[in-house]
């Protein structure tokens, strides 16, 4: 389990200026309109060449940028993983030092296939993730919403009905950075804890596909422990020796 790393005073990290999303698919690009739509750069990668989806990027989320993985991983100040979980390996590891990487992917079995090491329950599939990005600062986030419901419930801060995306990382200053992220695209944020809390965002919890406000959200984390996603989870984890369960 790796340790929060814990901040005092303000922030060091710079405020998100440029938002990178690397996955071209459907919550990449509604994430893309959302960010323009809030004031950010938006800088995209898909798995085809830059200039093939540029008129696309572009008609989907007007301002923002078609470029290489590698670009965008550079010139960002934070940058969305909204690509295939199985494709984690392809990205550019030395391009995502030091960032702040939010992962929205997810393991689909019957599209990706059986793989044991992204259905392992003793760990989750960011902290997989982490590994694979040692220097990057790795947040949970944009996963458990469907794309549909992103694209459409973003409401203004306070607005009556505002809907709840929920943050999860062991960098406290990177979960803040994600949280006001959340917040600018027009969601409540809610903070579900370590990395490792993931699991309750994962295929299988309560949480996801939940398209609730920040209340009812913080209530299906906190039901977690005694569902039977959670009980799964935390059998898995003691039979393993592992930490305590989520």
Known sequence: MAAHR?????????????????????????LARLAREAGYRVLVAGSADPARIAATVAAVAPGATAAEASVVARESDAIVLALPLPRYRELPVDALRGKVVIDAMNYWWEVDGLRSDLADLRTTTSETVQRFLPQSRIVKAFNHMGYRDLDEEARPPGAPGRKAIAVAGDDDEAVRAVMRLVDALGFDPVLAGALREGIKLEPGAEAFGADVDATELQAMLDRFATSQRGLIVARARRDAGTDAAP
């Open 6 to 30: 814990e901040q005092s005073g303000t922030d060091d990290l710079e405020p998100v200026r440029t938002l990178g999303i690397i996955g071209a698919g459907r919550v990449g690009k509604v």
